[in-house]
Nanobody, 119 residues
Framework: QVQLVESGGGLVQPGGSLTLSCAAS????????MGWFRQAPGKERELVAT???????NYADSVKGRFAISRNIAKKTVYLQMNSLKPEDTAVYYC?????????????WGQGTQVTVSS
């Protein structure tokens, strides 16, 4: 059973920084991709950033130049460095992993971590 455990959320002032971590229960090479999504109150969950097994990254336009996704393979952990945070970045952030199983992609999710950007 795949488990993803997020940490690092909290309250930060506009312009500040936070780093989120997502620790996987197994090798992150077992996943086709890993990433971060977020969901603000009253809104749908949206993609923030992803990283493939090969290391290619993808970002939502709203976070390009401010957020960076990275990984530590030995620690089985994916990170989201968030800089220049804005109030509109306030949301629950979820870690996601996609694994190929029986010929189809299977999504796994963490429990979520709250990020609040406010003065």
């Amino acid at each position: 059973q795949v488990q993803l455990v997020e940490s690092g959320g909290g309250l930060v002032q506009p312009g500040g920084s936070l780093t989120l971590s997502c620790a996987a229960s197994g090798s992150i090479f077992s996943f086709n991709s890993m990433g971060w999504f977020r969901q603000a109150p009253g809104k749908e969950r949206e993609l923030v950033a992803t990283i493939t097994r090969a290391g290619s990254t993808n970002y939502a336009d709203s976070v390009k130049g401010r957020f960076a996704i990275s990984r530590n393979i030995a620690k089985k952990t994916v990170y989201l460095q968030m800089n220049s945070l804005k109030p509109e970045d306030t949301a629950v952030y979820y870690c996601n992993a996609v694994q190929l199983a029986a010929g189809r992609d299977v999504d796994y999710w963490g429990q979520g971590t709250q990020v609040t950007v406010s003065s």
